[in-house]
């Protein structure tokens, strides 16, 4: 019982964007057939983030679907203090390229739809994105996860080169 309530508390705290909802239909003999499909993020904006693709007959279903694939691919991301990328990063998937670079405080989040949800329920305050390449939704939140994941911290570049982090700078 006690496990149930945590994962119920756990929940709680996501939060949750749909991205993309689209109805798809299929041709048969008697007419059409419809079925909707959502692509969601997910994320406690403090740096766990997830995107998640879900496809049903229904709306609520098909948004459910991609909520629970969200939070079964939540990643780990890392956040400056000051809310915002540490370093200017390249995420690339198919033909979508995404270039996020930090700002400056007070700045906010200047990016387009897609990649402007990602960051919100990630929990970054000061963040310039751009897209470059195919808008394709899809396309574009993987490439954003990608640059995300990127993201190296000062500890982890000092470690793998043997070093201090005070040797870096």
């Given at each position: 019982?006690?496990?149930m309530?945590?994962?119920?508390?756990?929940?709680?705290?996501?939060?949750?964007?749909?991205?993309?909802?689209?109805?798809?239909?299929k041709?048969?003999?008697?007419?059409?057939?419809?079925?909707?499909?959502?692509?969601?993020?997910?994320?406690?904006?403090?740096?766990?983030?997830?995107?998640?693709?879900g496809?049903?007959?229904?709306?609520?279903?098909?948004?459910?679907?991609?909520?629970q694939?969200?939070?079964?691919?939540?990643?780990?991301?890392?956040?400056?203090?000051?809310?915002?990328?540490?370093?200017?990063?390249?995420?690339?998937?198919?033909?979508?390229?995404?270039?996020?670079r930090?700002?400056?405080?007070g700045?906010?989040?200047?990016?387009?739809?897609a990649v402007?949800?990602?960051?919100?329920?990630?929990?970054?305050?000061?963040?310039?994105?751009?897209?470059?390449?195919?808008?394709?939704q899809?396309?574009v939140?993987?490439?954003?996860?990608n640059?995300?994941?990127?993201?190296?911290?000062?500890?982890?570049v000092?470690?793998?080169?043997?070093?201090?982090?005070?040797?870096?700078?």
């Amino acid at each position: 019982m006690a496990e149930m309530m945590n994962d119920f508390e756990n929940e709680v705290n996501y939060q949750e964007r749909i991205i993309k909802l689209s109805r798809v239909a299929k041709v048969v003999k008697g007419g059409r057939r419809f079925s909707f499909s959502a692509l969601v993020t997910v994320g406690d904006q403090n740096g766990n983030v997830g995107i998640g693709f879900g496809k049903a007959n229904e709306v609520t279903d098909a948004i459910s679907k991609a909520s629970q694939n969200a939070k079964k691919n939540l990643q780990k991301i890392f956040l400056t203090r000051k809310k915002t990328v540490p370093h200017e990063i390249i995420g690339r998937f198919k033909g979508s390229k995404v270039i996020i670079r930090p700002a400056t405080p007070g700045t906010g989040i200047i990016a387009g739809g897609a990649v402007r949800s990602i960051m919100e329920v990630a929990g970054f305050n000061d963040v310039l994105a751009k897209v470059v390449g195919s808008k394709n939704q899809l396309n574009v939140t993987k490439a954003t996860m990608n640059g995300l994941l990127a993201i190296r911290n000062i500890k982890n570049v000092a470690s793998r080169r043997g070093k201090k982090m005070t040797d870096l700078f």
